[in-house]
């Protein structure tokens, strides 16, 4: 059976992604396994001394250690007791749930658990400004991105309507001609086929580069301009097509969009348009969000739109 994960820090903010979460599991058919992390405080623990000082200290050591492990143990409690509770309301809505609770880093705990249980799917809330913002201590999002196996879900914070609980009609899949944003249709597809979603596969054609930079722009841009703008055009039509076809000899809804224009911003605007439930994209997982196409469009993506996006890390040897 497939697993989400769903790291939880007790915020009200972390707990934004639970209505995606309980529409992905019936779709996805998999357990659900909330997960808090408690996080080490080096400087509370008695280990840190060094030896002669623990000898000379004798007694007072030991108490305080008794002190620390029963610190450890109020904290666990009081994390099984929050996730229990919200184990509970998802149980109610018939879905298989487990709670973990574990010590350590966030992101650091959040990988290990994503590779231990074969994780399909980590979800995620984070302010959509400034980039990936903080979660709880350092961006953890950011960070299981880079390093974690599975694809990251992110909702921004806000953008949940709490009257309307979310649903997977229509999915954007950005490309651009590479084989790194091509990783994302698996999944993609996956999720459309479960869901009984339309695909929306999408290219943007960015504008030539103005060949007269620091001087007034041209009332109309020379003809070759206009020629090349046209051909790459014609060329991402042909090729999304493709990619459209194979999809639909698996009985999938999709259609096909291109547009001239920059990624971020036509990503943004047809998801808006399209009223899209959902953007799934490839990106580099080393080094952070690394470039996707010319500039960090997903880190853009998610500044901008309200539109939850699933973090797909591609392959090294595919770039």
Request: aromatic letters at 4%; charged letters at 20%; glycine letters at 6%.
């Amino acid at each position: 059976m497939k697993t989400i994960l769903v790291p939880l820090d007790g915020s009200a903010l972390a707990e934004e992604v639970l209505p995606y979460v309980r529409m992905l599991a019936p779709v996805l058919g998999a357990e659900i396994r909330l997960l808090h992390v408690v996080s080490e405080i080096d400087t509370h623990n008695p280990l840190a001394y060094d030896i002669t000082t623990l000898y000379s200290m004798g007694d007072v050591i030991a108490a305080q250690q008794e002190r620390y492990q029963q610190s450890w143990q109020t904290m666990r409690q009081h994390a099984e007791g929050y996730l229990a509770s919200q184990a509970m309301r998802l149980k109610e809505d018939g879905l298989d749930v487990a709670i973990d609770v574990r010590f350590g880093s966030p992101a650091e705990v959040i990988v290990e658990v994503a590779e231990k249980k074969h994780v399909a799917l980590v979800t995620m809330a984070t302010h959509g400004y400034s980039g990936l913002r903080r979660w709880a201590l350092g961006s953890v999002t950011d960070r299981v991105v880079q390093a974690g196996p599975a694809p990251v879900f992110v909702v921004r914070g806000g953008a949940v309507d709490a009257a309307n609980p979310p649903t997977l009609k229509h999915i954007l899949v950005p490309l651009d001609g590479s084989e790194l944003a091509r990783q994302a249709l698996p999944l993609a597809a996956e999720l459309a086929s479960c869901a009984r979603a339309e695909l929306l596969l999408l290219q943007a054609i960015a504008p030539p580069l103005d060949a007269h930079a620091g001087q007034r722009p041209l009332a109309r841009p020379p003809m070759d301009m206009e020629e090349s703008q046209a051909m790459l055009q014609e060329h991402a039509t042909v090729e999304v097509g493709e990619q459209a076809q194979a999809l639909r000899r698996r009985d999938l809804a999709v259609r096909t969009i291109v547009l001239n224009g920059h990624a971020a911003e036509v990503i943004v605007d047809e998801a808006t348009r399209e009223q899209a439930d959902l953007i799934v994209m490839a990106t580099h997982g080393r080094g952070g969000l690394r470039r996707w196409a010319l500039g960090s469009v997903a880190d853009k993506v998610l500044h901008a739109t309200a539109t939850p996006l699933v973090l797909v890390r591609a392959q090294e040897s595919a770039t």
